[in-house]
């Protein structure tokens, strides 16, 4: 059976909104939404065929648009590529050139409709930011706080509040007091056991690769409504966090670092092999920062995970 290349596009108006459509009774997974988009003929350049698409469902003209995620999805009947861009200037004013109902909706609300189970990484892929911050060890607490409020300030969406030092009470106070700095303005993860959960509703749960090793036969340990990340090295691991359902990873070293000198580098190339077998955004971290990113998306990854690179000196 042939995989369908479809191009598919996650369209953000200024105020950060995101286009969606609702698909016609008649056609596969009917009634459904989905991200603006169609087929990519036979020799034709993906974004070409976006373009194309964009121009015939919704009567715009992209003038900026960047890859997001690929997604390979394998339905009873018929098997896609969702080759997703995001775009984030166009000119034109969106309507639903074939009838088709759309809705501008926030980040957030992307995940009160209900979408083709293809679709779930593109919306989780919508609704991440670009750069993932993960705090220094070696830091006092009121310097810790400090960092991250100004890296929020900065413009951060996206915390894992590092536990270097294991479980201990210590790292839970911290983790009361940095739920306190993002709310309503970044999205905090946290890690530690799996007793701790229900502690911190707000935070969401980033696993080390052992958890994932240990845990994932178990399946996903928290609601959908709660992100759920884990820490990745190689295929293997892709593999089991994909079995736990998680909602992305970080992979990693992608070059040499100080914090692991003694690790392997995957390189861009094999970083790039990996991500295309799997279906989730990933993160690139490993000497990697923000000059990176351009090069990051090019790879397949959502964006850039670091310590150093983003955290605010």
């Known amino acids: 059976m042939k995989r369908i290349h479809v191009a598919a596009a996650v369209i953000r108006g200024v105020d950060g909104r995101i286009l969606i459509a609702r698909r016609a009774d008649s056609q596969h997974q009917g009634g459904l939404w989905e991200f603006p988009g169609g087929k990519v003929e036979d020799g034709e350049a993906v974004q070409v065929a976006l373009a194309r698409e964009l121009q ?40 639903g050139a074939e009838g088709q109902p759309l809705a501008w909706v926030s980040a957030r609300e992307l995940a009160d409709y209900e979408f083709p189970a293809a679709n779930q990484p593109i919306v989780a892929a919508a609704r ?3 750069e993932y911050l993960i705090t220094p060890d070696g830091l006092e607490t009121p310097q810790l706080l400090k960092g991250i409020q ?23 106070d911290l983790a009361v007091d940095a739920v ?20 911190f509703p707000s935070a969401g749960w980033h696993l080390t690769s052992a958890q994932l090793r240990k845990y994932a ?12 990340g884990a820490s990745c090295h190689d295929a293997e691991e892709l593999a089991l966090a994909e ?8 992979l990693s070293p992608v070059q040499p670092t100080q914090t692991h000198p003694e690790a392997q580098p995957l390189g861009w190339e094999q970083a790039g092999q990996l991500i295309t077998g799997f279906n989730k955004p ?7 920062g923000p000059n990176e990113l351009q090069r990051a998306w090019e790879t397949g ?4 995970a670091g310590i150093r690179a983003f955290w605010p000196q």
């Not at 890859?67 to 969702?82: A, F, G, N």
């Not at 536990?163 to 790292?171: I, R, S």
């Not at 056991?193 to 229900?198: D, K, M, S, T, V």
């Not at 990854?301 to 850039?304: R, T």
Request: glycine fraction near 12%.
């Open 56 to 95: 015939e469902e919704l009567g715009i003209a992209v003038s900026a648009a960047r890859p997001l995620i690929k997604v390979r999805h394998d339905y009873p009947d018929k098997q896609v590529l969702l080759d997703v861009w995001e775009v984030s200037a166009f000119t034109g004013e969106p309507h």
């Open 301 to 304: 990854a959502q964006g850039v």
């Open 282 to 288: 990933v993160y690139l971290l490993g000497g990697v």
């Open 128 to 130: 991440l930011p670009a």
């Open 217 to 228: 036969s178990a399946g996903r340990p928290l609601p959908a409504d709660r992100w759920l």
């Open 243 to 250: 079995q736990m359902g998680v909602d992305f990873v970080t």
């Open 150 to 172: 100004k890296a929020i300030a900065g413009g951060i969406k996206l915390i894992q509040l590092r536990a270097p030092n294991g479980y201990d009470p210590q790292y839970r």
């Open 180 to 199: 306190g700095l993002c709310a309503g303005k970044a999205q905090l993860m946290l890690k530690g056991p799996f007793e701790w959960l229900g502690d």
